[in-house]
């Protein structure tokens, strides 16, 4: 195999695949990318491919190909030795011994490599139906759901965002929960959506790639499908391949309040730097905050035996009762990080009831905060 091709290309396809390849030396080849030049000639499509047997990629970059053959190497390195490269076109070809001879302007690299057929093959998914979705739509429904997946591999079936088709009006949902926290959002995506498969968990890797993939520069759209157990991403010549989590997800709708009895609204920035400056004295394990909610007033507090005490107090519109409830300020702080709005609408019933928060500019996304007992 022999090839040359842009600096600035190489290193793009090469730091797409940083977060797949496997750091762990269960199959250490894992770590490797596999580099293959399918077809000679100007303009020839050079594949960069990576998986971790769970999440794979593969990208086709423009280079010019002289002789064609496939390679595998060190990710990692291939990537650092790319970036340090001048910004000169960069000659890539491998020795009788499966070594990669890497040239640029006076700069020489030979790396070891190991042969194309070790490398495990990416899963072969051509789904019968693909739906075109906005980049910029799949990249706010992915920010606002993922944070709150569980981290929990018992809980393996809350360890993805849901997926789902509404019934009604070409709109997609987005679902993720941990059991302590939930969060949702819709989008409206066209009558062609109804074509994509439904109920679907996507894993919480795959849908970091696929983030990802979508803030790219140029992305614009992104074809989705989703078929068995299998998820497909496609950006141009870009596709990502995932497994998806087999499993049923809980019935999340019985979790969202019907009714809220309490409604108050409040500026994100004073709200989150309040509420970071109080779980400074909160328990390290719970991070437990008190929200007292009187006439006028907000109050938050913690309190830890070992260290101290604190609160702060923000005035807001509110005529009601009083209440009291406990919450994990953590769950709090990254629902209002990743609103991107000014101001939020916190919904409440009693002390015991889940705190409900939304943007006031966008009715269509909603997180859950279960409360705790302090």
Do not use: W
């Amino acid at each position: 195999m022999k090839f040359t091709i842009a600096k600035a290309e190489l290193q793009k396809g090469l730091a797409r695949i940083q977060s797949i390849v496997e750091k762990r030396n269960s199959m250490p080849i894992l770590a490797n990318v596999l580099i293959e030049a399918p077809k000679k000639g100007k303009s020839a499509g050079l594949q960069l491919s990576a998986t971790d047997l769970e999440v794979g990629i593969r990208g086709v970059h423009e280079a010019q190909v002289e002789a064609s053959g496939g390679v595998t190497a060190s990710a990692k390195k291939l990537f650092e030795i790319v970036r340090e490269l001048p910004d000169e076109p960069v000659q890539v070809a491998t020795t009788e011994n499966q070594y990669l001879d890497i040239r640029c302007a006076r700069a020489k690299f030979v790396l070891a490599g190991t042969a194309a057929e070790e490398y495990p093959t990416l899963p072969e998914f051509t789904p019968g139906t693909t739906v075109k979705v906005q980049a910029a739509v799949l990249s706010t429904m992915i920010e606002r759901t993922m944070y709150a997946t569980s981290l929990d591999e018992t809980r393996y079936n809350l360890n993805g965002v849901y997926f789902e088709v509404l019934p009604d009006g070409g709109k997609i949902r987005m679902v993720a929960t941990d059991g302590h926290r939930l969060s949702f959002v819709d989008r409206a995506v066209g009558p062609d959506v109804e074509g994509l498969a439904s109920g679907v968990i996507i894993p919480r890797k795959g849908l970091a790639e696929l983030k990802r993939l979508v803030d790219e520069d140029d992305a614009d759209e992104v074809e989705l499908a989703f078929e068995g157990s299998n998820g497909l991403a496609r950006k141009g010549d870009v596709m990502l391949v995932m497994r998806l989590i087999e499993g049923e997800f809980p019935n999340y709708r019985q979790v969202v309040p019907s009714t809220i009895g309490k409604r108050l609204t409040l500026a994100v920035e004073p709200l989150a730097h309040a509420l970071r400056r109080v779980a400074l004295l909160s328990a390290e394990r719970s991070r437990a905050v008190r929200f007292e909610l009187s006439r006028g007033r907000i109050q938050i507090s913690s309190s830890n035996p070992d260290l101290g005490e604190a609160q702060e107090e923000l005035d807001v519109d509110y005529d009601g009762e009083d209440v009291s409830v406990g919450f994990n300020a953590r769950y709090l702080i990254d629902a209002l990080g990743v609103t991107h709005s000014k101001e939020v609408e916190l919904g409440l019933n009693d002390g015991m009831s889940p705190m409900q928060i939304q943007p006031t500019d966008d009715p269509e996304a909603l997180a859950i905060i279960m409360p705790m007992r302090l």
